[in-house]
């Protein structure tokens, strides 16, 4: 809003800071759980936002990603800049580690060069005091023209005084703003005021942003300003002419370049600044987590205590949660069964008790999972640990062209792809975090072993467990492959280094788990859990519709008939013939109708069409595979009528199912495309574009790889 | 700045304990950028504290962070080896052992056996 003259009663405050420094406990501090939790437009990072008042002002903060510049390299930082300069906030807070003080003020030091209105938060104060540290924040505030304020973010001291600074900051604004622009020696000084000149004559061509910050950013070779420049205008090639003339200029002159120069520039000024404001104890903070990492990282003990731990955050998300799992499916199974009978039969008790509860109950079901999982996701990170989880996997997921932490989301998606594509909000890089959601479908997600048990069972006997191995390892090895495959092509533009911080141990806050949790659990229900619901209720339609009325009416009056008699036989009968309604139901429908009509692509892998029904309706949930098999083959998913077992209808040889297009059948279930909650879950990580792509991606491998094996192995002669 | 000293070596040529003054930075674009921005900067202080077990990613402290970077990346980093500065002598000489402190070998000795190369 600008410098008003009157002090505006709302405030829009900012949260900068580089990870890791306690930005996000800070936030915690001033909001509690009043956030709201979205995507910055356009792009997958997270935007943060959080309400409250002080003193009489209504404060609107957001959360700024963690950053340690403001380069237009990364999504982050162009996020973080572009807000800053085009929502210009009344007040940056930048939240500073007081122990790593020097690095920290490098953002600062550019945060003013944006000519934001800042205040530096000297957070961790209690850890960086007991070290036996001194810093002159009274000083310091003169060297940089902004107020620093200590703070202990997670234990909520000092957040008060910050506001009391933000207001006062407001207040008087005017005699406040005062940064003196730093120096970067002579060469570079020369053409920053000459550029800077040239800039400020045409004003149009940069918009919101100072003339001096535009002109370093030209000399760093900043793509994005470029962009801004190369316009065709007179003023702007000149500009860029100036500026192209210049870096030329400075590498043969400091035999370097401008960006190395510049960044130098600015840790040389702040280790001056540093000098007159800071006693450092020559102590090492990371003593502590030293002693911790030659536990944790250790050569021998480092992988069995990471297996140790991911194995626990195993059993608690998918075992303890199987629980409460069981509980919600009990009371939805209940709620739809009680519905069932008191509503009267129509098509809209059918919408109600199968759709819409159903569709309900397949997305609460998943929330015990999600919490757990991401409970234990933020201790491992709020603790540190994580970051070292990633130092010990690096060189392995490294080959697979992922990152370290790329490994916890896959090992999750054995168990469920959906908490572990959200998992992958862990990793910074938008190309590992794309990556990583393209691969973990392709582990075998726990709803998929029911297929692969009663297939298994049915066509290999004794043998289904190693028929099962062979199809979790094949998820594996195509997960290498695939894996490898996008990285060296799709991925290749943006490589991504392994720079990675190791923080320091820290005991997590039960008030920062909690609040992790519950944001990820609201995200899920709030922005998946309609359009899962939705989706639900479509798939519902297509399985319902259109009914067969004539046909079932006829059955109905045939199953009245029966049940009239009463006889045993007769009750057989009616058993028959209501599997026989169910069957023609599906049959007839417009999914029954699909699987019908994809019979010539999907006969290559030796699939009947009662396969391909199953599929289809297997994008709902893996395991509804299994149910529709049992409904198209006259049986329920056990036991069916005749006594004849859903096993049994498979094996029999009148269904020309080979043992060979079973295992075809398998493999399939196992490569193609997830079901719809993972989709949705895809699309909410990484975008549309991508979830489009990763639909199509594995039903062509999908097909291609049974159609492969069915086809060879048909050739070798094993069908 | 020294651009060209005969013992201007690669960073992944130093040893856990070692400390390095960085003169000049290879490599280019975004990888280049993030390393500066983390402060390997002609004349920063970095000192080698661990490999992984598998030797790859490698941690380092510049400045008071600690930072983990791939061999490969470590590469473009030019550094003059320097004796290590007396207050991180004792906690990093050995690559992450406490030999004179008794009192916080919990565990059994094999537990504190080498941790690192």
Redesign the interface.
């Known amino acids: 809003m600008g410098p008003t003259m009157a002090a505006p009663k709302n405030l829009k405050i900012a949260l900068a800071g580089n990870p890791n420094s306690g930005k996000t406990s800070i936030f915690n501090s001033m909001t509690g759980a009043r956030q709201q939790v979205g995507n910055w437009p356009g792009v997958t990072v997270e935007k943060k936002l959080g309400f409250f008042t002080h003193k009489g002002y209504e404060i609107e903060v957001v959360d700024l990603p963690g950053t340690?510049?403001l380069?237009a390299?990364?999504v982050e930082e162009r996020v973080a800049r572009t807000y800053l300069v085009d929502e210009k906030p009344d007040v940056v807070i930048h939240v500073v580690d007081a122990?790593?003080v020097?690095?920290n003020l490098?953002l600062t030091v550019q945060l003013l060069e944006l000519g934001v209105d800042l205040i530096v938060d000297m957070n961790m104060w209690d850890e960086f005091t007991t070290c036996g540290s001194e810093l002159d924040c009274d000083r310091l505030a003169t060297l940089f023209g902004a107020p620093v304020v200590p703070t202990v973010g997670h234990r909520g001291i000092g957040i008060d005084d910050l506001l009391d600074a933000v207001v006062k900051l407001v207040e008087e604004r005017a005699e406040q703003h005062r940064h003196v622009p730093i120096t970067y020696g002579p060469h570079v000084d020369d053409v920053l005021s000459e550029l800077t000149e040239l800039l400020e004559e045409s004003p149009e061509l940069i918009g919101n942003y100072p003339a001096r910050w535009i002109a370093i950013k030209l000399l760093e070779g900043d793509i994005e300003i470029r962009k801004l420049l190369s316009k065709d205008d007179d003023n702007a090639s000149r500009i860029l002419d100036t500026a192209e003339r210049a870096t030329r200029h400075i590498g043969i002159a400091t035999?370097s370049d401008p960006?190395?120069v510049i960044?130098?520039g600015r840790?040389g000024y702040i280790e001056g600044a540093l000098k007159e404001v800071l006693t450092e104890e020559?102590?090492?903070?990371?003593?502590l987590?030293?002693?911790l990492?030659?536990?944790f990282?250790?050569?021998?003990?480092?992988?069995p205590i990471f297996l140790a731990f991911v194995w626990i955050l195993f059993q608690l998300t998918f075992r303890v949660g199987a629980i409460p799992m069981g509980w919600i499916d009990a009371f939805v199974g209940w709620l739809g069964g009680t519905l069932a009978a008191t509503l009267p039969e129509s098509q809209i008790s059918s919408l109600v008790v199968d759709g819409v509860i159903g569709g309900v109950g397949s997305v609460i079901i998943f929330l015990p999972n999600i919490m757990i999982l991401f409970l234990g996701i933020a201790f491992l990170e709020d603790s540190g640990y994580m970051?070292r989880a990633?130092?010990?996997m690096?060189?392995?997921m490294?080959a697979l062209g992922l990152h370290?932490k790329s490994f916890i989301p896959l090992l999750m998606g054995f168990g469920c792809s959906v908490p572990a594509i959200m998992a992958t909000r862990t990793l910074e890089s938008r190309r590992d975090r794309t990556l990583t959601t393209l691969i973990v479908p392709l582990m075998s997600c726990s709803a998929r072993l029911p297929v692969y048990l009663l297939i298994g069972g049915a066509f290999f006997a004794e043998r289904a467990g190693t028929a099962v191995f062979i199809i979790y390892l094949l998820g594996i090895v195509a997960a290498i492959l695939i894996g490898r495959l996008f990285a060296s092509t799709l991925f290749r533009s943006a490589?991504a280094?392994?720079?990675?911080?190791?923080?320091p141990y820290r005991r997590p806050t039960a008030k920062g788990l909690l609040i992790h949790t519950w944001e990820r659990s609201r995200i899920y229900l709030q922005k998946m859990g309609g359009v899962i619901l939705a989706a639900s209720v479509v798939l519902w339609f297509l399985g319902a519709y259109p009914q067969n009325a004539g046909l079932t009416e006829s059955l109905e009056q045939e199953i009245a008939e029966q049940q009239a008699i009463g006889s045993v036989a007769a009750l057989e009968k009616v058993r028959e013939l209501e599997a026989d309604a169910a069957a023609i139901q599906i049959e007839s429908s417009y999914i029954g109708r699909a699987g019908q009509f994809i019979e010539p692509v999907i006969e290559p892998l030796g699939f009947r069409w009662e396969m391909g029904v199953s599929l289809i309706t297997g994008f709902v949930a893996k395991e509804v595979v299994v149910s529709t098999l049992g409904v198209l083959y006259h049986t329920g998913a056990e036991e069916g009528v005749s006594g004849r077992t859903l096993v049994e209808a498979l094996r029999d040889p009148a269904n020309e199912i080979t043992p060979l297009a079973a295992f075809a059948f398998m493999v399939f279930v196992l490569l193609y495309t997830p079901c719809i909650v993972t989709i949705v879950a895809i699309r909410r990580e990484a975008g549309t574009g991508w979830m489009w792509f990763s639909i199509a991606y594995q039903l062509a491998l999908a097909w291609l790889v049974s159609f492969g094996i069915y086809q060879v192995g048909t050739l070798v002669g094993l069908g | 700045m020294t651009?060209k000293t005969p013992c201007t070596v690669p960073l992944t040529s130093l040893a856990p304990g070692d400390a390095a003054q960085v003169v000049n930075?290879n490599g280019k674009?975004?990888?280049?950028?993030?390393?500066?921005?983390?402060?390997f900067?002609?004349?920063?202080l970095v000192r080698v504290?661990?490999h992984?077990?598998?030797?790859?990613?490698i941690?380092y402290?510049i400045?008071?962070?600690?930072?983990?970077?791939?061999r490969e990346?470590a590469e473009h980093i030019l550094v003059q080896q320097v004796p290590v500065?007396?207050?991180?002598r004792e906690?990093?000489a050995d690559g992450?052992?406490?030999r004179n402190r008794k009192r916080?070998r919990w565990?059994p000795r094999w537990?504190?056996r080498?941790?690192?190369r």
């Not at chain 1, 990282?297 to 992988?303: D, E, I, K, V």
């Not at chain 2, 900067?41 to 920063?44: C, F, I, S, T």
């Not at chain 2, 992984?52 to 990613?57: E, K, M, R, V």
């Open positions: 340690y510049s380069t390299y990364s122990g790593n020097a690095r490098y035999k960006e190395k960044s130098e840790y020559p102590t090492d903070r990371m003593e987590s030293r002693r990492d030659s536990v990282t250790h050569r021998y003990l480092g992988y970051s990633a130092f010990l690096d060189r392995v490294h370290g490589p280094p392994f720079v990675m911080e190791l923080p | 651009a930075l674009g975004a990888f280049r950028r993030r390393l500066l921005d983390l402060g900067v002609a004349g920063a504290i661990k992984a077990p598998l030797q790859n990613p941690e402290c400045g008071s962070a600690h930072v983990t970077l791939r990346e500065p007396d207050w991180c906690s990093v992450g052992r406490h916080h565990g537990l504190h080498r941790t690192s």
